[in-house]
């Protein structure tokens, strides 16, 4: 037997249904983004905690260590790349990056491939064992250092007038190599306690952005616009119509100012009726004078309009008017708001795009990508 409350209404248990499988749908795939990242910090923490080389893993390499030196990581397979006219790099720095997404496995452009070998880090330089001879960076001569974002490909200055050169590793290689290159400079300028600091303040933060589990939704809360399929959208467009159509029959002429119907005349001399219409009475349009202009009653000012500014009304008191940004919206925003595909997912503050929607992305990168832009923020 359905469900029905005291007013007999099934709807409001199937928008209920729709609304909690909705919320549950979007809380677990946030929560499945944010714990991928967390378990990622917590690996290079634990990484950079335990990072250690030893003198016996370069045995068998073609290299000689200094009496001080240690190896710390081998990539068996790496490109050497070369640059003729580059600008000049940013020096390098202990800044952790978690890499967002995949690389692509492309070079950029003006970068070639000049040689191919192993890639070794050890606590003094990085060296490349290629084929056609060895290329090494120390760490004391390193006067730029940059990753490229969007490929496996770093490059490196160093105080000599050599081109600029760097390394083209495998995409799912590139991210630990970074990380680790960073840890050996670290430890080369006796600084790994600073990145330890910076990951435990990457969890800390992350720790905070945790998504919440959103309350549910009780039949009681459905609003009248969840009956309508389609909502408030489809009543917004049903109120245009009613008004523009009457307006467009009121402006249309007639299609036949007579209407009066066909008669029998007198018989002609050839014997056959003639039907003819009886003439319509002449009409004579009186052109009225010019009435004085009068100013039309302004209309009285909407309580939520003024208060919100234009938004939804919500009993929230999210609005357009300006305010605290929102960053930790109410479990019900989306019940009042248009919200986005995987809103929960956003990691930022309240923004309308321009097509009506709502993200939580406010502040990121390509925020409202698919939604034709920012139009504003939403404030409380």
């Known amino acids: 037997m359905a469900k029905t409350d005291s007013t007999g209404s099934t709807w409001r248990y199937r928008w209920a249904h729709r609304q909690n499988v909705r919320r549950v749908s979007t809380y677990r795939g946030a929560e499945t983004a944010w714990r991928r990242r967390d378990d990622e910090l917590r690996r290079l923490r634990a990484l950079a905690a335990d990072f250690q080389g030893s003198a016996a893993a370069g045995d068998g390499l073609p290299l000689e260590l200094a009496a001080d030196e240690v190896v710390l990581w081998v990539l068996p397979a790496a490109q050497l790349v070369e640059v003729r006219h580059t600008p000049v790099l940013p020096a390098p720095d202990l800044t952790v990056a978690v890499p967002a997404g995949p690389l692509r496995p492309r070079r950029p452009d003006g970068v070639r491939v000049t040689d191919a070998g192993m890639a070794v880090i050890t606590s003094r330089r990085l060296v490349l064992l290629g084929g056609r001879g060895r290329r090494e960076w120390a760490y004391g001569r390193m006067t730029g250092l940059v990753h490229d974002p969007a490929s496996p490909v770093t490059l490196i200055q160093v105080l000599d007038r050599r081109p600029t050169a760097g390394l083209l590793l495998?995409?799912?290689?590139?991210?630990?190599?970074?990380?680790?290159?960073?840890?050996?400079?670290?430890?080369?300028?006796?600084?790994?306690?600073?990145?330890?600091?910076?990951?435990?303040?990457?969890?800390?933060?992350?720790?905070?952005?945790?998504?919440?589990?959103?309350?549910?939704?009780?039949?009681?809360?459905?609003?009248?616009?969840?009956?309508?399929?389609?909502g408030r959208r489809t009543i917004a467009?049903?109120?245009?119509?009613?008004?523009?159509?009457?307006?467009?029959?009121?402006?249309?002429?007639?299609?036949?100012?007579?209407?009066?119907?066909?008669?029998?005349?007198?018989?002609?001399?050839?014997?056959?009726?003639?039907?003819?219409?009886?003439?319509?009475?002449?009409?004579?349009?009186?052109?009225?004078?010019?009435?004085?202009?009068?100013?039309?009653?302004?209309?009285?000012?909407?309580?939520?309009?003024?208060?919100?500014?234009?938004?939804?009304?919500?009993?929230?008191?999210?609005?357009?008017?300006?305010?605290?940004?929102?960053?930790?919206?109410?479990?019900?925003?989306?019940?009042?708001?248009d919200c986005v595909p995987q809103f929960w997912a956003g990691r930022g503050y309240l923004v309308q795009c321009r097509d009506g929607s709502v993200s939580l992305a406010g502040g990121r990168a390509n925020v409202c990508g698919e939604h034709r832009g920012v139009r504003r923020t939403i404030t409380k």
């Open 170 to 230: 495998p995409t799912d290689a590139a991210p630990d190599f970074r990380f680790k290159l960073t840890l050996a400079f670290a430890d080369a300028i006796e600084q790994r306690a600073a990145v330890l600091a910076q990951l435990d303040e990457l969890i800390a933060e992350h720790a905070q952005l945790k998504p919440f589990r959103p309350a549910a939704a009780t039949p009681g809360q459905a609003r009248l616009t969840a009956f309508v399929p389609g």
């Open 237 to 337: 467009v049903a109120a245009a119509l009613a008004l523009l159509v009457p307006a467009a029959l009121i402006e249309s002429d007639p299609s036949d100012p007579t209407g009066g119907p066909e008669v029998a005349a007198a018989a002609t001399p050839s014997g056959q009726p003639v039907l003819v219409r009886p003439a319509a009475p002449a009409l004579t349009r009186v052109t009225p004078p010019p009435a004085k202009p009068t100013r039309s009653p302004r209309p009285a000012p909407s309580t939520t309009g003024d208060t919100l500014c234009g938004a939804p009304e919500n009993p929230l008191g999210y609005g357009f008017c300006g305010g605290t940004r929102i960053r930790r919206p109410a479990a019900e925003v989306c019940d009042w708001f």
